[in-house]
């Protein structure tokens, strides 16, 4: 099965960038979407499609895909960013099978 | 408004079973396909099945296969996931998400509150 390694953690200082990784064989041949979730929620989309930003994600929110590494960068982090992060991707090799990474926590310092 | 309220969790003892609801308005739910996800507590995502628009197509995560069955009634606008056999490891926190309308790489953009599944005895 398709495997999605994230980073468990990342932290960055208040007005820096956040660069949060997501491995995967030749991932950049697949879509690649990710979520926010803060403490007690539901997950929320922030990019679709490796690069796409759905209405009302602010234009700090930025992804891209290449190779075996997709990439979520949030630039100016502000306090409010902090939570955790997850990639997902449809693994079709696998009866069409849903996978998320593990997850990386997002700390604002 | 799209909204996705989920209902049926509790606690159940090892080897029973529970269903699952989620009940959706705001949008045309017989042209998406639908997801189940769930979060063991202080865990991570995990997809646990999805099904096609018209419910010919369903897909499970290894782990549930035999055990859960995800169903749908488009009529009533709601998901069902018809968990058998369950085991402390399943529990978590269960999500219902919309997938895609066209495409079946689509994203989740739409997700319920989530209801708690527990298993113990």
């Known amino acids: 099965s398709y495997v999605l390694t994230q980073p468990p953690s990342v932290s960055v200082a208040p007005g820096k960038t956040a660069r949060i990784t997501c491995g995967g064989n030749n991932i950049g041949s697949k879509s690649v979407h990710w979520y926010q979730q803060k403490p007690g929620q539901a997950p929320v989309l922030v990019i679709y499609y490796d690069s796409d930003r759905p209405s009302g994600i602010p234009e700090r929110f930025s992804g891209s895909n290449s190779g075996n590494t997709a990439t979520l960068t949030i630039s100016r982090v502000e306090a409010g960013d902090e939570a955790d992060y997850y990639c997902q991707v449809w693994d079709s090799s696998s009866d069409h099978r849903g996978v998320f990474g593990g997850g990386t926590k997002l700390t604002v310092l | ?121």
């Open chain 2, 1 to 121: 408004e799209v909204q996705l309220v989920e209902s049926g969790g509790g606690l159940v003892q090892p080897g029973g079973s529970l269903r699952l609801s989620c009940a959706a308005s705001g949008f045309t739910f017989s042209s998406y396909w639908m997801s189940w996800v769930r979060q063991a507590p202080g865990k991570g995502l995990e997809w646990v099945a999805n099904i096609k628009q018209d419910g010919s197509e369903k897909y499970y995560v290894d782990s549930v296969k035999g055990r859960f069955t995800i169903s749908r009634d488009n009529a009533k606008n709601s998901l069902y996931l018809q968990m058998n056999s369950l085991r402390a490891e399943d529990t978590a926190v269960y999500y219902c998400a919309r997938g895609g309308a066209v495409v079946t790489s689509a994203e989740f953009d739409y997700w319920g509150q989530g209801t708690l599944v527990t298993v113990s005895s």
